[in-house]
């Protein structure tokens, strides 16, 4: 099933998946993914390694296709058609940042006389000019996802594609790089990766900022739309219990009124609570409970 995104009104889509997996290390991606999004603005929420993986050269695709813009994807990015940050790759310590820069955009289109243009206009935009001399070695975290920013934005690329630009960071550091990831997407299009965030943060504010959402739970996309949509408030849950009286649980639940679908993993189920329980998880954990069963994992899916 191909999920269709925002803006699907022509021309080349931002980011078209088709029956794609990945095979890394031998191991393929378990579950084909379809989607095609044409917004300006795309979060890929949840474990979306595999797919990033493919653009750092450490994995190929098994199957299917994959491409930005209309492009394929590894074509998108060794043509500056896209611009490509992964979350914290080795640096060469010895470069300066301005060095770095001059460095990426030599190699991207092989002029010079343009690197140093690039770099330096990269340097203004960004706000990295206390930055440009110093050593790559010396940079703190949030600085080296700041390079990364800069450096796939140096040579106007029509989109820049960011891995996880804000994990790891405290508040501070994630509010400033939101902001230059907001900057890097001001000329052209955007598409970065998150976690799911559990409540008010950067990393949500950021994601309200896009304009479409794709999350990814188990390897199955299981939400989709405007950010509005996906974190609206909602009734439903993935669930998964150990214990020998499953069944008996599972009996109680249905006659509360309880829609259960069994998942392919073992005690793994999609809940969706009826219209009296909708804001409260009690009837699962007090159910459990006393059956004796022990819950793994109780987390909300939300609304496609």
Known sequence: MTVNGAGSQGGAATLELRQFTVRSAGTTWKGRLDLVSNAERVALVGDWAPLFQVLNGRASVASGSGSFLGCG?????????????????????SFTVMEYLRHAARLSHGSSSRAVHDATRTVDRFGLAELAPRKLAELALYQRRALG??????????????EAPLRGLDAASAEYIARLCLEAARHGRLVWSATLPGGPSPERSLLDACDELFVLEHGALVAHG????????????????????????????RSAGVRLEAQAEVG??????????????????????????????????FAA
């Open 73 to 93: 994807l590894e074509a998108a990015l060794s043509s500056g058609l896209v611009g490509f940050a992964a979350c914290d790759p080795a640096l060469p310590g």
């Open 149 to 162: 920013i800069a450096m796939a934005s140096s040579t106007a690329p029509r989109l820049v594609c960011l």
């Open 226 to 253: 405007a950010p509005s949509a996906v974190f609206a408030a909602g009734a439903r849950y993935s669930l998964q219990v150990k214990g020998p009286r499953i069944q008996d649980f599972l009996a109680e639940l």
């Open 268 to 301: 793994r189920f999609n809940v969706e609570l009826p219209a009296a329980g909708s804001e409260s998880t009690d009837l699962l954990l007090d159910s459990a409970l006393d059956h004796g069963l022990t819950v793994l994992e109780l987390v909300p899916v």
